[in-house]
């Protein structure tokens, strides 16, 4: 069975200094792993997303992440939090059972960020 | 392009009622998911549709809940007769594809129907 782990419930930062959002994985398979932010009052957006490409993932507004097989990890960061930047983010990996297509989508229980001005 | 539709945005009701949810998916999109959201936790799939089939409703507790989409593309998911636990925010999302194999295929969601069981 697969499933992801988000090591932190809060992240609070300062505006202007690095995010990091942890996240590991447990799989069987070769994942796909995605990183999604749910902003309030609105629906799921996709982040960024790996899918045994390159290791260092590009996404939207400046995040990225990194695929760490040998430690199973899988962090969100971005160089300097903006002030819209403050919503929830969710880990999330594929069901091998739908041949890595996006057919089931596994949710880690998401990590509130919070930024200070 | 339009999103994804959800309809209504909040609902109350009373334990033993019924309700029922409304979801348009975007348009072209073969496969529609609905998911629950319960508070402090990530989304969990409760059925998939393919077109006008179900694709797997493996997590859908089906002695009260029941979804449709009976042309392929709206879909209705309906709780009957609710529970305290089913206080949640229920969400519905889209994809062109979907099936095993295909290869990656983003979903699209839509904002949610916050239910609140009292």
């Known amino acids: 069975a697969q499933s992801v782990t988000q090591l932190d419930s809060h992240v609070s930062v300062s505006e202007g200094t690095p995010v990091l959002l942890r996240c590991n994985y447990s799989?069987?398979?070769?994942?796909?792993l995605f990183w999604y932010v749910q902003h309030p009052n609105k629906g799921l957006q996709l982040l960024l997303k790996y899918t045994s490409a390159a290791t260092l993932v590009k996404g939207i507004n400046g995040f990225e992440a990194e695929f760490k097989k040998s430690e199973t990890s899988f962090h969100l960061t971005k160089p300097s939090a903006h002030m819209s930047d403050a919503a929830e983010y969710f880990c999330?990996?594929?069901?091998?059972?739908?041949?890595?297509?996006?057919?089931?989508?596994?949710f880690g229980k998401g990590t509130k960020l919070s930024v200070k001005p | 392009e339009a999103g994804v539709a959800q309809s209504p945005r909040y609902k109350i009701i009373e334990k033993r009622q019924s309700v029922a949810f409304w979801c348009n998916p975007i348009?072209?999109?073969?496969?529609l998911y609905w998911y629950q959201q319960i508070l402090g936790q990530g989304p969990k799939l409760l059925i998939q549709f393919q077109n006008n089939g179900v694709v797997d409703d493996s997590q859908l507790p089906k002695d009260r809940f029941s979804a449709e989409r009976l042309k392929g593309v709206d879909s209705t998911l309906k709780i009957q007769p609710a529970k305290l636990e089913d206080s949640a925010v229920y969400l519905c999302a889209s994809s062109l594809l979907g099936l095993a194999g295909a290869g990656y295929n983003e979903q699209f969601f839509g904002p949610g129907t916050r239910l609140t069981v009292l």
């Open positions: 799989s069987s398979y070769s994942p796909s």
């Open positions: 999330v990996v594929s069901d091998p059972n739908y041949g890595g297509s996006q057919g089931n989508l596994i």
């Open positions: 348009s072209g999109h073969a496969t």
